[in-house]
């Protein structure tokens, strides 16, 4: 079965401090994975996905297929990275996603 | 262009109840997924509308059920309400099967 872990709920660092999110999968196939956040008060959206291989707000993230991983890093977290961030992952071409449970980053100054 | 919208916001319904809840997406899209997110949890999925159909459906019982109108937007139902539907559902639009924009939710508590 399909399964996205986030094993850290909270994550809380010091700003201008790096900052390492942490993804596992398992699927058996070729997925794609993606990150979304969440910041207060505000809908879920996409931050990055791993086909595109981008940096968005500093972040990167690579799939990692032989430990089934995509961590989510960023060398110096600001605090408006303050938010929730969810793993998630499409195995199919018609877009459903599954979703980890979710790590809450604060960034403290 | 408002992105993807949801109504109502918030709901308080009662044990055994039935609830509609409304998704309109976002202009140029054709595909309506619902997301069930409990307290703590990440979003679930439930279903997905694609010309007017359930194309696929996630592991929820059948008191849960959808429709999608002609003009693209899409309505969830749940039946015989239980403590544990209380949660924020989730609505995304996509085109085709390309990236899914989420709307802000409603809220809604069993009691």
């Known amino acids: 079965a399909q399964r996205v872990t986030q094993p850290e709920k909270l994550l809380s660092v010091f700003k201008g401090a790096p900052v390492e999110l942490k993804c596992n999968y398992s699927?058996?196939?070729?997925?794609?994975l993606f990150w979304y956040v969440q910041y207060s008060r505000q809908r879920l959206q996409l931050l990055l996905r791993h086909i595109s291989r981008e940096s968005i707000k500093g972040f990167t993230a690579d799939l990692n297929k032989g430990e089934t991983s995509f961590h989510l890093k960023k060398p110096f977290a600001q605090e408006e990275d303050s938010a929730m961030y969810y793993c998630?992952?499409?195995?199919?071409?018609?877009?459903?996603?599954?979703f980890g449970a979710g790590t809450q980053v604060v960034v403290t100054p | 262009d408002a992105g993807v919208t949801q109504s109502p916001t918030h709901l308080i319904k009662t044990r055994g109840q039935q609830v509609t809840l409304r998704c309109s997406p976002k202009?140029?899209?054709?595909?309506v997924s619902w997301y069930q997110q409990a307290l703590g949890q990440g979003p679930q999925f439930i279903f997905q509308y694609y010309e007017e159909e359930e194309r696929q459906r996630g592991n929820f019982p059948d008191r849960f059920s959808g429709h999608q109108f002609p003009n693209y937007s899409s309505e969830l139902n749940v039946n015989a309400l239980l403590l544990g539907d209380s949660a924020l559902y989730l609505c995304?639009?996509?085109?085709?099967?390309?990236?899914?924009?989420f709307g802000p939710g409603t809220r809604l508590t069993v009691t």
């Open positions: 202009s140029g899209h054709d595909t």
């Open positions: 699927y058996s196939g070729s997925p794609e």
């Open positions: 995304a639009s996509s085109l085709a099967g390309n990236e899914q924009y």
């Open positions: 998630a992952l499409k195995n199919d071409s018609w877009g459903k996603l599954q």
